[in-house]
């Protein structure tokens, strides 16, 4: 029995859940090449945590970084200038691949020259403006799908329903006291 019960808790011990922790930066939005002042907390204590951009055109790894005895680390990472602009998530990933942290972040586009920001309405060389990649208040518009047999469908268990309803209530009373007698 005792040689079942050593390995079992060795087996837990290995599958420990890793500490969740916080990403912390000086603004959510910045621009691809840019490097990226970070702080994290909460972490596992003296452990290698890495960094990577998570979009939907796949995984950008920024780098590795290690944590102190707190559990906390600083570092200035280089956002590569080939992100696409758009919205990510900023994961911290545990040695084995664990997401231990995440952060919603906005991703601009490069700026046109080397230390110089990009103005609103100036043109890029690919003719785009500035203020493309930016992001906006605006409402995003999605189109909808239109099924007639789904649509025929809903307002005929509607009406149903509305029928159903207007018999139950205009269905006579029976009064259980008249029954009886």
């Known amino acids: 029995m005792k040689t079942l ?3 079992l808790i060795v087996l837990l011990g290995a599958a420990a859940p890793h500490e969740k922790g916080t990403l912390k930066l000086a603004s959510k939005s910045f621009r691809a090449g840019d490097s990226l ?7 596992s204590k003296k452990d290698e945590l890495t ?13 590795d970084v290690p944590t102190d005895t707190a559990g906390a680390f600083r570092s200035v990472l280089l956002v590569p200038a080939s992100v696409a602009a758009g919205q990510y998530r900023l994961a911290a990933e545990a040695i ?11 991703v601009l586009a490069a700026s046109t020259m080397p230390g110089m920001p990009d103005m609103p309405g100036m043109q890029h ?7 493309d990649a930016e992001p906006t208040g605006a409402p995003l518009v999605l189109a909808r799908q239109r099924n007639v047999v789904v649509t025929t469908t809903t307002i005929a268990v509607i009406i149903a329903c509305a029928l159903g309803g207007g018999l139950l209530l205009r ?9 009886v007698s």
């Open 125 to 131: 060389s690919a003719g785009h403006a500035g203020t």
């Open 5 to 7: 019960i050593i390995p």
């Open 96 to 106: 084995d691949g664990d997401e231990v942290a995440t952060l919603d972040v906005v």
């Open 171 to 179: 269905r006579p009373r029976i009064n259980s006291m008249e029954d």
């Open 37 to 43: 002042a970070i702080t994290g907390a909460k972490f």
């Open 51 to 63: 960094l990577a951009l998570v979009g939907v055109s796949g995984r950008i790894a920024l780098g």
